[in-house]
């Protein structure tokens, strides 16, 4: 029997995976748990409770003490990877943002800030693209600067507008999506979204590619469904053997395990691959919550 608030999730889940998401100390789950799953408040006491203890989490601190003074990790004219070299390494500090962002991290830290403003000042061009970046690194730099509260900054909407001619695949697509999302009212961004939202849907040809944490890889069919759940596209027939997938891929505890782990460069492991996943399963319930509720 499912607890009431479980009950319109029963079409996707074969258990209540809610109290194994929180037998966890760690508090980025618990905080996203409560925010996207529990619909409470961010100002409520309780969750700012808990964010409160993400700052000071092993994760954080860890990725943290990794960063220099000046605001960035690894080299400071490669902010997405290591050198020269074309192998994206996860450790530069677009993905530590992206990550901290992903973790919930308070917007207004004075260390996140530090590194948005290191980009902003030192690595941005007279044509508003990111010096080292691709135009996927700079869709989830979007996304961790709108986190950090710089989405009314007029360096970063017009990063966000010069992004909409540079995108030329499927993955630049999902990528500049998830980074678009705060900039949806603007003008210049509306049909590039509306285009690559259309695009992405239609496409699809990723529904085997491995479900990955941190999810920096814009092929991830989850991710992908992350993405349109943002955008109110999950009841989008398109959209329909993406999520027969996700159900398909949970086990009898309604808990998704991780196929595939970027975090080995970071300062960090969040967890091992061919094991359940937390992250993973707290990620697709809250897909399943938007569906189910209509939010985005």
Not at 44 to 70: F, K, P
Not at 190 to 214: H, K
């Amino acid at each position: 029997m499912f607890p009431p608030e479980i009950e319109r999730w029963r079409k996707y889940l074969r258990s209540d995976p809610t109290r194994w998401l929180l037998e966890t100390n760690d508090p980025s789950i618990l905080f996203w748990y409560q925010v996207d799953i529990a619909h409470r408040p961010e100002q409520a006491r309780g969750v700012l409770e808990t964010r409160s203890r993400i700052l000071y989490s092993d994760a954080v601190q860890s990725i943290l003490a990794a960063q220099n003074e000046m605001g960035f990790w690894e080299n400071p004219r490669a902010p997405a990877r290591r050198g020269q070299l074309t192998q994206p390494y996860y450790s530069a500090t677009v993905w530590n943002l992206a990550l901290l962002a992903e973790l919930g991290m308070p917007r207004a830290s004075r260390r996140a800030r530090n590194a948005c403003e290191f980009i902003l000042t030192n690595l941005m061009a007279a044509d508003a693209a990111i010096i080292g970046l691709g135009t996927v690194e700079t869709g989830y730099l979007l996304r961790a600067l709108s986190y950090f509260n710089y989405a009314g900054d007029e360096r970063v909407i017009r990063i966000a507008g010069g992004l909409a001619n540079q995108i030329y695949s499927y993955a630049a697509r999902v990528s500049a999506l998830w980074g678009w999302k705060a900039f949806r009212e603007h003008a210049a961004i509306a049909q590039p979204i509306e285009e690559s939202l259309q695009a992405v849907l239609t496409e699809r040809d990723n529904a085997d590619a491995p479900y990955t944490i941190p999810q920096f890889d814009p092929r991830d069919p989850l991710f992908l469904l992350r993405v349109l759940s943002e955008y109110g596209l999950l009841t989008d027939a398109r959209a329909a053997p993406l999520l027969d997938a996700l159900a398909a891929k949970q086990n009898e505890r309604a808990q998704w395990t991780l196929e595939r782990a970027f975090d080995a460069p970071l300062p960090v492991t969040l967890e091992r691959p061919n094991e359940p996943s937390r992250w993973l399963t707290l990620n697709a319930v809250r897909v399943i919550v938007r569906l189910v509720t209509g939010q985005n």
